[in-house]
């Protein structure tokens, strides 16, 4: 007997129907005689539905009300999945953050989750009951409502799987697992069935909705597998798992896009003086999410150059904070450049594998799209291209890897 | 500066627009120097699609599921309500009955107060801010979700109002008070100004659906004036108050007509061997809720017949009830009549009024409406009547007590 613990997202538990398919899937596990946490996130649009209530009421409620609004949604989705398995015969619980003791800090609306009580979770697991869990809530020391932000039911799940060392954390949702690419874009895109935790944490981070970026620092700390998959075939999903030398073979595992970019150029910095940290000190302030940054240095190592990657919301902001500070850093000139977008080749294979930029930067000149930035870490090579050939650089990249063949590191595949 | 309770039903609160009207009101009242503790409702119709949704999931779903299911209405409702408050500049802050310390007892769906924590209200209250409750809802000591029954949020807060010493409770609701009878029925029905804890009570039992029972009895009890006004304007609605000398000087104070009733008789029963306190015992435990019982003995004593009036639906199974009891009870028959009503006349001043029920019979014989059945107590007397002739009814008995005429006890009148 081994503990799972399985999540639904919004569009798995969109209607009664769906709720009842959950349903029965962790009844199944139950009947096999697994012990099952389920956590699950607020129904269909719901959460939508409640931020347009509140912008109705107010254009700029305070955070803590928000939050006490939008844990609503899930306390209705626990409640009513409980019902649905209690319908199907087998006992169930629903459970609050508050009930089962997931304590988080106190920024409402991005909390972090501090601690899990074991004790409730353990002695209605011990009783048979299926658990029920509300996803994305949680509750500081002095017992407000706190939430983990948009999408942080999967750190729920993650969280919970951790802490009750649950043999596997089950992710279901609305496509059948991780893509090479976003399908959308990329038609030949492939099913991954085998990603790192790194790999997954980058594709997340560069772009790929699928999954929450802590629900997978979850798994990589505590190195519970995590199996993302649809909640509607029983087909497998994709694992994401700690790295195995398998994975090493293939040099690229997934490629994405992220578009609605700009750019902040800032020339002539005189290096060495701290200039880029008091930049981003003020940009970190103003509250502007910087996607990547890119220096390099000239004349000697005497100037340097700069350039911000922002979303093209906060262009004019990040603009304003850079020419404010140009007179005190000596900064010469501040340029932007909007409509950008930028694709990512992802893989830990990177590392053993030579020649991977360049077979990136060929794909691009052969597709005959200019290069307006370049950046890499030890994993991901990032371009900067103009908005309009994102996707077709997103293909021209996912060709340029072969990312369409099978995995060769799937178990299908060693069949 | 005095404390007020403000409670507001769910059609105050149905939009963007009513929340702020609400809010208005209470900013109002905070401006004039007075502490201010609202308790809200589900919006509009919120429980009732809940409910909905919950029966789509399951025929029959846990009772502590429905409360967890449930609370999630007022629970969305504060959130609104403080975010309303602030965006008008002032401080406001939404409590749900855990956070509030509200403990109940454990029975889910009908729960009762038990007791409510004053330190966290008066910690907020003392810090300025308009405090908002989640009506409807408590928490056991378990620390489990329950609620009070429907439609009650005014015993929320009528009980705040006990605990805190409130100057007043005010029910802000979609009618402009109490009336002498429901204006839908009795076009020349009147508002009443000035009504006893008592005579209130029993208009509520009788059928008149503006205010839930027990917040009538924790007013009385804790002699917390409560105060029933509409929501839309600013005119004086119907204040309940402990009775006063002046009050007798009306016989009846309103009129009431339940409808869908039936009546089980039971004739010939062997009096005086507790067979009714048998029967009451059996339909008790079936969940029956009966609304009248006669009992009227003959055959020089030794003979009863019983008449038990309750709901229309509930009429086959009491029937099944009462003559599964026959032969051990030695029961003679058992009858049902279905398609009846009630009409109630209730007053504290029946007590000094002689032939009140004289009136009533007299009033009904002119109408050519026969009398099915009658019951009366201290403060009410209520004649059984044919369904149809019901609304009939209920004008003649209105009319006979000149019930439409400006009340002589109110203050508009004594000017």
Same mark, same amino acid.
């Given at each position: 007997m081994s503990l799972i613990?399985?999540?639904?997202?919004?569009? @798995?538990?969109?209607?009664?129907?769906? #709720?009842h398919r959950a349903a029965r899937r962790a009844v199944q596990e139950r009947l !096999?005689? !697994? +012990?099952? &946490? $389920? &956590?699950? =996130?607020?129904? %269909?649009?719901?959460t939508d539905e409640l931020l347009a209530l509140a912008r109705a009421v107010s254009p700029s409620p305070p955070k803590r009300e928000l939050d006490m609004l939008l844990t609503t949604?899930? +306390? &209705? =989705?626990i409640a009513? $999945?409980? $019902?649905a398995i209690h319908a199907s015969g087998q006992e169930a619980i629903s459970l609050t953050a508050g009930q089962l003791g997931l304590r988080t800090d106190s920024v409402h609306t991005r909390a972090r989750i501090q601690s899990i009580d074991r004790q409730r979770l353990e002695q209605e697991l011990a009783s048979g009951k299926v658990v029920i869990v509300a996803g994305f +809530? %949680? #509750?500081? +020391?002095?017992g407000e409502i706190t939430t983990l932000g948009r999408g942080a039911s999967d750190t729920t799940a993650a969280a919970l799987a951790a802490v009750l060392g649950a043999g596997a954390c089950e992710i279901y949702t609305d496509v059948d697992g991780v893509y090479t690419a976003d399908p959308r874009i990329v038609p030949d895109a492939r099913k991954i069935d085998t990603i790192s935790y790194d790999e997954m944490l980058e594709l997340a981070s560069a772009g790929a909705g699928v999954m929450h970026g802590r629900a997978i620092e979850f798994g990589m700390r505590f190195g519970v597998p995590i199996h993302v998959r649809s909640s509607l075939t029983d087909s497998p999903g994709t694992r994401i798992m700690t790295e195995t030398q398998g994975m090493e073979a293939v040099s690229v595992r997934g490629v994405t896009l992220k578009e609605d970019l700009a750019s902040i150029v800032v020339t002539d910095i005189q290096a060495g003086v701290g200039v880029p940290a008091q930049l981003f000190s003020e940009i970190g302030k103003k509250n502007i999410v910087v996607d990547d940054i890119v220096q390099a240095n000239h004349s000697g190592g005497s100037k340097a150059s700069l350039a911000l990657l922002v979303p093209s919301e906060d262009a004019d902001h990040a603009r304003d904070v850079v020419e404010h500070l140009a007179g005190d850093l000596g900064i010469g000139s501040v340029e932007v450049f909007r409509n950008l977008s930028k694709v990512s080749a992802i893989g830990v294979g990177m590392r053993s594998h030579s020649g991977v930029a360049g077979t990136m930067f060929d794909a691009?000149? !052969?597709?005959? #799209? *200019? #290069?307006? %930035?370049i950046s890499t870490s030890e994993i991901v090579i990032s371009c900067v291209l103009a908005?309009?050939?994102? *996707?077709? %650089?997103?293909?021209?990249?996912?060709?340029?890897?072969?990312? @369409? @063949?099978p995995d060769p590191t799937s178990a299908d595949n060693t069949d």
């Open positions: 613990v399985m999540k639904f997202g919004g569009t @798995s538990v969109a209607t009664a129907e769906k #709720i !096999h005689g !697994h +012990q099952v &946490v $389920m &956590v699950v =996130s607020a129904m %269909g649009k719901t949604g899930e +306390q &209705v =989705s009513l $999945m409980a $019902m +809530q %949680g #509750i500081d +020391q002095a691009l000149r !052969h597709a005959d #799209i *200019p #290069i307006w %930035g908005e309009d050939d994102g *996707p077709k %650089g997103m293909r021209a990249v996912h060709d340029a890897f072969d990312l @369409s @063949s």
